[in-house]
Every structure is written in structure tokens, then in C-alpha cells.
């Protein structure tokens, strides 16, 4: 990690806001973790990502991480540095605890851009590697849908 904080610029607070991983579980969403990242004078510092022609990449979840974005002066991003994100394309599942099935890219940008320098966003997300491997056909816990049930009389 750089000696170099300047992605803590964040005005008025004495200590500086590092981003991390909250916690390795929700007892809401499979295999999913949750992060805390300070909005810097620089921003969030990675790239939103959406499905092709507006589909979603699992239910109803339209937005993943993308890469990080590097400074302008080629110095990684701390978040880069404290490897806050477990894969590039895992599935952003909310945004602050209120969940994102059905929130389109541009509208989670909308609310993340309106957050003010110093605050943090927490989103959980969605290891997408480990909820591949375990088969599942849903993300929420202790919910189930039926697809594709022929309805008899």
C-alpha cells in the first residue's frame, strides 16, 4: 500500500474514512459480502457496469462492479489497494440495506453521485464465483419462486 493518502481528502473529518470489508455474510443474500467506501473529493474511484441490452445479470439485478479507476497520476485507487471487491462482475445487490432488484445502472449511479464527500456508501454484493459454485437458482435466503410450473385443474 502507497504511503500517499490523497484519496482521503475528505474535508472536514480528522480521521480518514478506509474503505472495507464490513462483513463475509448476509443473512439476507447468498454468498454475499459487505463493504463500506468513503466517498472521496476524487469519488468512488470504480466503474458500474450493466447487462447488455438491459438485461439482468441474475433476477432482477441490472449492475456489477467493474474495474477500478486509477488516478490520473497512475496511482491505484485505495480501494484497488485494499482489494475491497472479491471479483470484477460481482452483482451489486444494495445500496445502504435497501435492496436494488429492478435499479438500472444510471439509476444507481444517480444515487451514489448524490452522496457528499465524506459520507460512505455501504453495498451488499454478491460473490458471484462462490454462488455459482453452489448451484443456487436464487440469491435471497428462505425465498424460492416457481418457474415455469404448468397449472393443472
Known sequence: MSDDLDDLSL???SLPLIPRVVSDYCDTYRHSYIVQLPK?????MFHLQGGASNEPFL???FVSVGKYITHPDGKKCLAEEFNIFRNQDDIILAL?????????VTELLQRMVCKEVG???VLT????ERFNSGLYRNVRIGTFRLVNVPITN
Do not use: K, N
Not at 96 to 104: A, K, Q
Not at 125 to 128: A, S, T
Open 125 to 128: 454484493i454478491l460473490d458471484r
Open 40 to 44: 472521496t473529493t476524487d469519488g468512488f
Open 11 to 13: 474535508g472536514s473529518s
Open 119 to 121: 459520507s460512505t456508501a
Open 96 to 104: 445502504d440495506g435497501e435492496d436494488l432488484s429492478g435499479v438500472s
Open 59 to 61: 433476477e432482477e439485478y
